[in-house]
């Protein structure tokens, strides 16, 4: 299974290169990089930037407020410079981000969505393969490349295009569409991935005929670790507290529901609406974190995490310590959870 590492969306921007070195030297197989604080385009060129080995995403790229083609330039050139170590990971937001932070119209995100990856795919053609670009959708038309703006082929070839998708037909347009899905931390249990993304992903790739084994999907799990059990209540706290506020949102509500947790989720909301925001993590139960939370310290985690995601991921994340006196603990997570230890 391959690793994944990821960084604070509040990170400065000059520290994304050594937080990247970083992780490249502990073995981690690649680097999740958001578009939130910072543009994630050039968060991702700064990790690639100063890395040799490591792939770099963006988890994920909002990409509706950006035109397929200004994507595809910054793809393809994020590409070629780091050898072929770039992936696209992209995902639609929810309207009111859309339309009153980005002042983009908003329209059936779906459609638009597959339209846009239509888009990106006709574009590389033209650029790789010297294809006319013929591209005619509702949302999105490209039927002009002139030479002087063609960037011509690269060795490594057009970057894989993943989705970070929640809802069912989302997804399923990750299993028809994509190159793989990017799981939330809130959808990412085993019993959520066997029972509800699989076989959406699996309506997909019969659409269009794909075989499931190309997919990758990236199961975000939060993982509570360390290098004690002391460490690892520590770590458990703080994920409460974290998985109080995201599960206030009713987006992230399909797991409560799978689980029979759906009045927690409605209580949280209630909670944000009348302000009660130090209430909440106390709404998330220890059954809750049992289930949802893998949780061991670094000496037994990695056979917990290679349990619990075994023929239902092909990747993971896993979080880099933050004092690096553990960082040959972690190290050796890595190695063993990708067949190296």
């Known amino acids: ?107 059936p995100p779906v459609a638009r969505m597959r339209e846009y990856i239509g888009a990106l795919r006709a574009i590389f053609a033209a650029w790789q393969d010297d294809l006319p670009l013929a591209f005619e959708g509702e949302h999105y038309r490209f039927t002009r490349m002139q030479p002087f703006f ?29 190159d793989g899905l990017m799981c939330h931390p809130t959808n990412s249990s085993p019993r959520y991935l066997r029972e509800v993304v699989w076989p959406r992903l699996e309506k997909g790739t019969e659409l269009s005929g794909r075989d499931r084994n190309a997919l990758q999907l990236m199961a975000a799990d939060l993982v509570a670790t360390g290098p004690d059990p002391d460490a690892v209540v520590r770590a458990r706290a703080g994920i409460r507290e974290l998985l109080g506020f995201l599960y206030s949102t009713p987006a992230y509500w399909p797991t409560l529901d799978l689980y029979g947790w759906g009045e927690v989720g409605r209580d949280l909301h209630a909670m944000t609406r009348g302000g ?30 290679a349990t619990r995601f075994e023929g239902l991921a092909s990747r993971m994340t ?16 890595i190695a063993a959870l990708s067949g190296g230890g």
Do not use: C, K
């Open 318 to 333: 896993f979080p880099l310590p933050e004092d690096p006196t553990w960082d040959g603990s972690v190290r050796d997570v």
């Open 276 to 305: 009660r925001w130090p209430e909440m993590s106390a709404r998330i139960s220890d059954e809750m974190l049992e289930i949802l939370v893998p949780s061991a310290p670094y000496a037994e985690i990695a056979d917990v995490l």
């Open 1 to 107: 299974m391959e690793v994944w590492a990821s960084m604070d969306q509040r990170m400065r921007l000059g520290e994304v290169a050594d937080h990247a070195r970083r992780a490249e030297a502990l073995g981690y197989a690649g680097l999740n990089v958001p578009d939130a604080v910072h543009d994630g385009l050039l968060v991702a060129h700064a990790a690639l930037a100063a890395t040799q080995r490591l792939r770099v995403a963006t988890s994920v790229l909002v990409v509706f407020p950006r035109s397929p083609m200004n994507v595809a330039h910054a793809a393809w050139d994020l590409q070629e410079s780091s050898a072929g170590r770039f992936e696209l990971g992209m995902g639609s937001q929810v309207r009111g981000n859309i339309v009153g932070r980005y002042s983009t119209p908003w329209s």
């Open 150 to 178: 063609n960037p011509g082929p690269i060795e490594a070839g057009p970057p894989p295009l993943h989705l970070g998708a929640i809802g069912p037909r989302m997804t399923a347009l990750a299993g028809e569409a994509a």
